[in-house]
């Protein structure tokens, strides 16, 4: 039996388990909120075009509108200017959108510290557990954050110092982003980083180091709690916007039970 004919078996028979990482994306979905002065992105919308009525007798459908960074979606290089000369979302080679994952579990911290921010001896302290970072991998990132996503201002935690969501820290960010063979950072919050990091040095570490480094972000995932701490595929799902900066994306895991 071939590789694949063994895989479909094995998804019907239950040996691998298909599980969803995506949220739902609706007009609830929670959206980035940058302060003044910049600019921001537009949250989801279904506009009705016709729905089996004389606008349209035998069909439904709809326009959407939706920025490229809304909901769990997919960050290319070129979504930052230290990866301004990288790939857009549509040049994303497909094969690196199937990979192996890995999870990292900080939910017991970020539930007592929403500001916590995972440093490398975290990383070296999971690695003497579950092995080394995956080649050419993501590094799932646990923080238990998803269990907020339904409620938009417990998902972004914004007070009058603002967002205060758990990340990574800027040394943390730069060596996972240029020391290891990770192919990205995918995380439940609203953005790869924390919710401080408007404030760091660089700004926004996750984006600049990785997005600088020809590695990708997932953001908005779900389901992290079913996924063991090694041996996952992910599957990633980008649309391939030309010229885009990110996408909307469906994000799958295989695990085997
Ligand atoms: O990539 C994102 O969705 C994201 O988090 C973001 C987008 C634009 C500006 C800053 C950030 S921090
Ligand atoms: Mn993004």
């Known amino acids: 039996m071939s590789v694949l004919a063994q895989l479909l078996s094995a998804v019907r028979d239950g040996g691998v388990e298909v599980v969803d990482l995506t949220a739902p994306l ?56 230290t990866g301004r000369d990288g790939e857009d979302v549509a040049q994303v080679p497909p094969g690196r959108l199937v990979a192996p994952a890995v999870v990292l579990d900080a939910s017991a911290r970020a539930a007592t510290d929403p500001d916590f921010l995972l440093e490398i001896e975290h990383v070296r302290d999971w690695e003497a557990e579950h092995g080394p970072l995956p080649d050419g991998g993501w590094l799932l990132y646990r923080t238990g954050w998803d269990a907020r996503a339904g409620d938009q201002d417990a998902f972004l935690n914004a007070d009058d110092t603002g967002p205060h969501t758990p990340g990574i820290s800027p040394e943390c960010a730069r060596w996972l982003a240029e020391e290891t063979r990770l192919v990205g950072l995918g995380v439940e919050t609203v953005g790869t980083d924390a919710g401080a990091a408007h404030g760091f040095e660089p700004p926004f570490p996750c984006h600049s180091y990785f997005l600088g480094a020809g590695k990708y972000g997932l953001t908005q995932l779900r389901n992290l709690d079913r996924l063991p701490a090694r041996g996952a595929v992910l599957l990633a799902s980008p649309l391939p916007i030309v010229g885009g900066s990110g996408s909307p994306a469906r994000v799958l895991a295989l695990v085997e039970r």
């Open 26 to 81: 609706s007009e609830r979905t929670p959206i980035l909120k940058l302060p003044e002065p910049f600019a921001n992105t537009t949250p989801f919308r279904l506009r009705e075009i016709s729905r089996y009525d004389d606008r349209g007798p035998a069909w439904y459908w709809n326009d959407f509108e939706a920025g490229e960074h809304v909901g769990t979606h997919f960050d290319a290089p070129v979504h930052w200017v």
